[in-house]
């Protein structure tokens, strides 16, 4: 993928709250597309709440691990 695709897209994707364009050219389209999709915002806000503490979550389980 793209320069800016990141480990932080797929669930953006997946959840239907973000787009990704392969050319320039496409960006049009696609930001016409997201404009008509009143639910894209909410979409991606969920999956963005969803992922929220993930990094404690991840933190605590190592450390309950360790010595």
Same mark, same amino acid.
């Given at each position: 993928r793209g320069r800016v695709y990141s480990r932080r897209a797929p669930?953006?994707?997946e959840a239907g709250g973000m787009r990704i364009v392969e050319k320039p050219e496409d960006l049009p389209g696609a930001l016409d597309a997201a404009m008509a999709d009143a639910s894209m915002g909410a979409k991606g806000r969920a999956a $963005?709440?969803?992922g929220r503490g993930a990094i404690r979550?991840?933190?605590?389980?190592?450390?309950? $691990?360790?010595?």
């Open positions: 669930p953006l994707v $963005v709440e969803a979550a991840t933190v605590d389980l190592i450390e309950s $691990v360790l010595p």
